[in-house]
């Protein structure tokens, strides 16, 4: 089967999103790609959600739209379980009638950071923000509505696309003289172009196991390789912006020192071993891919 074949109508939420837009590129190998705009596919209503797939018959959902304000989901939880929790579930619900796979992405704070090593996925999660409690319900919502879904979760995505921590940190040393930098927060810097690879290349693959009769649903760890704090992130950051002759100080602060509506887990490391040893992907280090963001401008 042509590899552009293997799944003929993708349908791709979050198309606009930072993963989204470099899935809507790397998806288009495995086959046609409609990412609907929000008005076209409303998430907050999840119901809505339900005519749209009937009507397009996509051969694979793939859904990596979320509320991921995770300070401002503090006070908004209902909005947040609604597109977090239960529009996932309407998604599997469908996926299951189509007997189509279902790929979702979700996020290192389903865990609650107290382990020293990094999480794998048979860890038990255990929330500790609103954010993280609706992703959690995410999971489960499929887990319990279809027998063939990947979960893929990841952690501190970033790209020079949309807000996140490289975009803020690039206009921000820049600006400032001086920069406090949360340095007691362990995870794990993950470009969305090297996500959104890793992501086509597992579900390319899991087509394999699908024909071979070997595929199990699962979640799979999908970050890159190392781990750093944020402080560490943010020197990275720096020293590649020398040419720009940066009089920027940044400072390691505790989380204490930065009070956040909601609370981060110390420690977001994710161990990747079962996407190495079952997929046989290799994410490249968190350094190497951030280089190739500022070079690629990806």
Not at 212 to 238: H, K, M
Request: charged content about 25%; some cysteine; proline content about 5%.
């Amino acid at each position: 089967m042509p590899t552009s074949l293997i799944y003929p109508r993708i349908l791709l939420t979050g198309g606009t999103g930072q993963v989204g837009w470099e899935l809507l590129r790397s998806l288009k190998k495995l086959g046609e790609v409609w990412a609907p705009t929000r008005s076209e596919f409303d998430l907050s209503n999840p119901e809505s959600l339900r005519n749209t797939i009937k009507n397009y018959k996509p051969s694979l959902i793939v859904n990596s739209a979320a509320y991921t304000a995770v300070d401002r989901a503090e006070s908004e939880s209902e909005l947040v379980y609604i597109i977090n929790a239960k529009a996932p579930k309407v998604l599997a619900e469908e996926a299951r009638k189509l007997d189509v796979l279902l790929v979702h992405f979700s996020t290192d704070y389903v865990f609650d950071g107290k382990k020293y090593l990094p999480y794998t996925e048979e860890d038990e999660p255990n929330p500790i923000n609103i954010y993280g409690k609706s992703k959690l319900d995410g999971e489960l919502a499929i887990q319990e509505c279809h027998n063939k879904y990947l979960i893929l979760r990841t952690a501190w995505v970033y790209s020079n696309r949309s807000n996140n921590f490289y975009t803020a940190m690039t206009r921000l040393l820049k600006e400032r003289e001086t920069l406090d930098v949360v340095a007691d927060q362990m995870g794990t810097p993950t470009s969305a172009h090297s996500l959104a690879s890793a992501s086509t290349e597992i579900i390319q693959k899991t087509n394999d196991h699908l024909l071979s009769n070997s595929f199990r649903p699962e979640i799979i760890n999908t970050v890159a390789s190392g781990s750093a704090t944020w402080f560490d992130f943010a020197n990275q950051i720096a020293d590649r912006m020398n040419s720009l002759a940066l009089k920027c100080q940044l400072s390691p602060i505790p989380t204490s020192d930065y009070p956040t509506a909601a609370k981060r887990p110390l420690n977001s490391r994710l161990n990747n071993q079962k996407l190495k040893s079952r997929y046989k992907i290799e994410m490249p280090d968190w350094k190497v891919a951030l280089d190739e963001c500022i070079n690629s401008g990806q």
